[in-house]
């Protein structure tokens, strides 16, 4: 999964930036089809089977958009309830958990992990410094980005190459960490770690009690936002509306399933479902974790790169003087690619899905691009 400080390059590039022109008289619709099929159309070209969706919303409303196939070798274009891998993303809503239980009472953030682990995982530390929640959901842990012994794991099953966490067990992490040496205390820098945000998500799951990562997130919340759709273990309906996926190459891959780490990466959803994630976040919807949500949006930790910032989970990108942050997050899996993001000040917001390794980091731009469209004619 690509580190997500890449997007400020990206959005460089694409030379979008607000302008004075006037803004369109307010339309009940977001009307912005032809800019969001002329950033999409050039990414399916001499490609194979890739299916992308893109989803709008501001104060108006909100629209998704499906382009390419989700099928192999053709088949009907992705629509708002077509089911994609997430992959990092998931991290925005491991931590929203733990801003709930933060203000709940239940945990503090300078709480060291180890509280909430069993006693045979052992957590590395360096200069008598403990790894804390907050380390580990602000990618300060000094943790690596993934256990480097996984790669082992997958040599003696090659059959489950391009399914790397399935058979990673909780055993196997709490060995490693038993054996990690941290290159630097917790808390003096950034670097991002989905075995942080792993070990996160195992850490509040069993402080909350919840049966497993699963049913924490349906519970804290999916339920109460309604998003039906957002889940590690699919229904039958679901997967039937679940998008293969598809590897560099455009051949079909597996999904990826995880046996633990399920915070960092393990989520599936559709861009309804997130488009309603991104309408609490903007405030347009009102809940009762509103504040949590808010706390999660705050920039607590600078990174190397200088335009982006990291909240709990979500990053913070200043890609101008004086322009509107954007809080964003993306995502990627063996078969799959995903971009969330949105503006709080302008109240807009987008998410883009696609079902294809190809793409690379080109889903980015694209949802940075039409967030900039939307900015600009909100």
């Given at each position: 999964?690509?580190?997500?400080?890449?997007?400020?390059?990206?959005?460089?590039?694409?030379?979008?930036?607000?302008?004075?022109?006037?803004?369109?008289?307010?339309?009940?619709?977001?009307?912005?089809?032809?800019?969001?099929?002329?950033?999409?159309?050039?990414?399916?070209?001499?490609?194979?089977?890739?299916?992308?969706?893109?989803?709008?919303?501001?104060?108006?409303?909100?629209?998704?958009?499906?382009?390419?196939?989700?099928?192999?070798?053709?088949?009907?274009?992705?629509?708002?309830?077509?089911?994609?891998?997430?992959?990092?993303?998931?991290?925005?809503?491991?931590?929203?958990?733990?801003?709930?239980?933060?203000?709940?009472?239940?945990?503090?953030?300078?709480?060291?992990?180890?509280?909430?682990?069993?006693?045979?995982?052992?957590?590395?530390?360096?200069?008598?410094?403990?790894?804390?929640?907050?380390?580990?959901?602000?990618?300060?842990?000094?943790?690596?980005?993934?256990?480097?012994?996984?790669?082992?794991?997958v040599l003696v099953r090659p059959s489950?190459?391009?399914?790397?966490?399935?058979?990673?067990?909780?055993?196997?992490?709490?060995?490693?960490?038993?054996?990690?040496?941290?290159?630097?205390?917790?808390?003096?820098?950034?670097?991002?770690?989905?075995?942080?945000?792993?070990?996160?998500?195992?850490?509040?799951?069993?402080?909350?009690?919840?049966?497993?990562?699963?049913?924490?997130?349906?519970?804290?919340?999916?339920?109460?936002?309604?998003?039906?759709?957002?889940?590690?273990?699919?229904?039958?309906?679901?997967?039937?509306?679940?998008?293969?996926?598809?590897?560099?190459?455009?051949?079909?891959?597996?999904?990826?399933?995880?046996?633990?780490?399920?915070?960092?990466?393990?989520?599936?959803?559709?861009?309804?479902?997130?488009?309603?994630?991104?309408?609490?976040?903007?405030?347009?919807?009102?809940?009762?974790?509103?504040?949590?949500?808010?706390?999660?949006?705050?920039?607590?930790?600078?990174?190397?790169?200088?335009?982006?910032?990291?909240?709990?989970?979500?990053?913070?990108?200043?890609?101008?003087e004086n322009s509107e942050p954007i809080?964003?997050?993306?995502?990627?899996?063996?078969?799959?690619?995903?971009?969330?993001?949105?503006?709080?000040?302008?109240?807009?917001?987008?998410?883009?899905?696609?079902?294809?390794?190809?793409?690379?980091?080109?889903?980015?731009?694209?949802?940075?691009?039409?967030?900039?469209?939307?900015?600009?004619?909100?």
């Amino acid at each position: 999964m690509r580190d997500a400080i890449s997007l400020a390059v990206g959005w460089l590039a694409l030379g979008l930036s607000a302008t004075s022109a006037e803004p369109p008289p307010v339309k009940r619709t977001i009307d912005i089809g032809p800019e969001i099929e002329g950033a999409v159309q050039p990414l399916l070209k001499g490609k194979k089977d890739v299916g992308i969706v893109v989803g709008v919303i501001d104060r108006r409303g909100q629209r998704v958009f499906g382009y390419g196939s989700v099928a192999v070798n053709g088949g009907k274009a992705p629509n708002g309830d077509t089911v994609f891998e997430i992959g990092s993303i998931t991290k925005v809503f491991t931590t929203l958990v733990l801003a709930q239980m933060v203000r709940d009472g239940q945990v503090k953030l300078d709480d060291p992990v180890k509280d909430y682990l069993p006693r045979e995982a052992q957590v590395p530390r360096r200069d008598d410094k403990e790894i804390t929640l907050r380390h580990l959901a602000t990618h300060t842990s000094g943790l690596p980005i993934a256990p480097t012994d996984i790669r082992w794991h997958v040599l003696v099953r090659p059959s489950d190459w391009d399914n790397p966490y399935a058979h990673y067990a909780t055993k196997q992490l709490y060995a490693f960490l038993a054996k990690c040496q941290l290159p630097r205390a917790p808390g003096d820098s950034y670097e991002y770690s989905n075995l942080g945000l792993g070990l996160l998500g195992i850490a509040l799951t069993r402080r909350a009690e919840a049966r497993n990562y699963d049913e924490l997130i349906r519970r804290r919340v999916a339920d109460p936002l309604g998003m039906t759709d957002t889940r590690v273990t699919l229904s039958e309906g679901q997967r039937a509306r679940f998008a293969q996926g598809h590897d560099d190459d455009g051949e079909p891959t597996s999904a990826w399933d995880f046996e633990t780490m399920e915070g960092f990466g393990a989520l599936r959803s559709t861009a309804n479902d997130l488009l309603r994630f991104l309408a609490a976040n903007l405030g347009l919807t009102r809940t009762k974790m509103q504040a949590a949500l808010e706390d999660c949006h705050k920039a607590r930790q600078d990174t190397p790169d200088k335009q982006v910032r990291v909240g709990l989970g979500w990053h913070v990108l200043n890609l101008a003087e004086n322009s509107e942050p954007i809080i964003c997050h993306s995502g990627e899996t063996g078969g799959a690619r995903a971009f969330l993001g949105f503006c709080k000040e302008s109240k807009v917001g987008v998410v883009v899905l696609s079902n294809s390794a190809q793409l690379g980091g080109k889903i980015d731009s694209v949802g940075l691009a039409v967030l900039g469209k939307l900015t600009v004619r909100r």
